[in-house]
Structure formats: C-alpha cells, structure tokens
C-alpha cells in the first residue's frame, strides 16, 4: 500500500504561509501534497491547498528546511488506500498512528488550489 506522512510545518516570521500541516500521499515516485490549516479531525471541515509534488523524502524527514522555510516535524504517518479519486475528489482509507478512518479531500468550486478536507473515525 501506498504512504502517507502528516508533518507539521512552522514557518518563520514574515513567512508567506503561516504555520500549518502538510499533508503527504504518496503516489508514484513523489508525494501529492496539501496544506492544512489544522489537523483533520471527526466533525468538521477544514480547508487546504494544494501544492506542489514533493519529493519521497519528506516519508522520512524530520528538521529544518532550506531557503530559511522553517521546520518540518512529523506528526502522523503510515499506509492509505483510495476509495474513489477524479479530478475533484479524492477518497481514501487512511491508517496511521494516529488517524485511522476516511479522509476525504474535495475541490473547492470557487479555487481550483482549494480543497475542504473532511475525517470520519472508524
């Protein structure tokens, strides 16, 4: 089963993105990546962005980050399995160890960076 990492990002001051998590899914030889606001959780919707692929290392990589970007730290990680994906929604299994339940991921209609993410609990 494809990986999954949740990391914690703290950026500096003045930094264009404040503080947030990164959410991570590997896929292929990269990782398809987000920008949480806050952490998922059951009951609510929380929004995100999506960014740029990143590199497999971020599976495994805790620390500073270059180009004075901040840090990284890991908050959750471990195996996904998708339930459903087309261009505006993704579905997945997640099993971390934390998260264990659906994540579902869904494009804004008003952004195409935008995404609401919601979490149920098994």
């Not at 896929?27 to 590199?55: K, M, Y």
């Amino acid at each position: 089963m494809p990986r999954f990492v949740l990391l914690r990002h703290d950026t500096p001051p003045g930094h264009d993105r404040g503080p947030h998590f990164d959410l991570m899914l590997e896929v292929g030889g990269s990782l398809r990546t987000w920008s949480l606001s806050e952490l998922p959780c059951a009951e609510r919707v929380i929004q995100a962005e999506t960014l740029p692929d990143h590199r497999l290392t971020y599976l495994e990589y805790e620390g500073p980050l270059s180009g004075n970007r901040g840090g990284v730290q890991r908050v959750d990680a471990g195996e996904y399995e998708v339930t459903e994906d087309s261009a505006a929604l993704l579905r997945i299994q997640i099993s971390g160890k934390g998260l264990h339940g659906t994540l579902v991921l869904r494009q804004s209609e008003l952004d195409s960076t935008t995404w609401l993410v919601e979490f149920s609990e098994r």
